[in-house]
C-alpha cells in the first residue's frame, strides 16, 4: 500500500512537472530556473521518476533510486534501488559532469533498472531544475527525470 502510495505521488510530480515544465514568462521565453539559479540542484535527495521517458517500476527494489549533489564538497551520493554510488562532480552553468562513479556490488534480484541508471548517469552532460523536479541530458535529449519530495 505504501509502495502504491508513493508511486501515486511521483506520478502527480510528473504530471505536475509536465504541465508546468513549458511555462512562459512575460516577455514570452521559456524560464529555465537552472540558469538563473543553479544552486537548486545542491544538497537535496533526488528520487528517480523516470528513465528515457518511462516510469520506473521499483516494485521488488529495497529503496527508490536516488542522487544528491553535495554542494560543499561537489560530491554526489545515491544509490540505485539496491547498490550505493558515489564520486565527484563538476557544474559549469547548466553542464554537467561527473567523475567514473563506484557502486558497491551487493547482489540484488532484478538490477536491470539499477544497471540501466547508472550507465545513463555516466552519460550526463546537462542540467535542469525547475518546480521541484531535476533532469538530466545527453546529446540526444532527456535520459533521466527526479523528483525532490
Known amino acids: 500500500m505504501k509502495r502504491m502510495f508513493v508511486m501515486g505521488c511521483l506520478l502527480a510530480a510528473v504530471s505536475t512537472w509536465t504541465a508546468c515544465s513549458h511555462s512562459k514568462s512575460a516577455t514570452g521565453a521559456t524560464s529555465n530556473a ?3 539559479n543553479p544552486s537548486l540542484l545542491y544538497d537535496k535527495d533526488w528520487r528517480l521518476v523516470s528513465m528515457q521517458g518511462e516510469l520506473v ?3 521488488g ?3 527508490i533510486p ?3 549533489f553535495g554542494k560543499s564538497d561537489h560530491r554526489v551520493s545515491g544509490n540505485g ?3 550505493g554510488m558515489g564520486g565527484t562532480f563538476t557544474v559549469t552553468g547548466d553542464k554537467l ?3 567514473p562513479l563506484i557502486s558497491t556490488k551487493m547482489a540484488c534480484p532484478n538490477l ?3 544497471n540501466k541508471y547508472f550507465k545513463l548517469l555516466d552519460q550526463a552532460t546537462r542540467f535542469e531544475v525547475s518546480e521541484g523536479r531535476l533532469e538530466l541530458f545527453n546529446d540526444s535529449g532527456s535520459i533521466l527525470l527526479f523528483a525532490n519530495p
Open 66 to 68: 536516488a542522487i544528491r
Open 57 to 59: 517500476d521499483t516494485a
Open 97 to 99: 559532469h561527473f567523475s
Open 81 to 83: 534501488g539496491c547498490n
Open 61 to 63: 527494489m529495497h529503496r
Open 34 to 36: 537552472t540558469s538563473e
Open 112 to 114: 536491470d533498472v539499477e
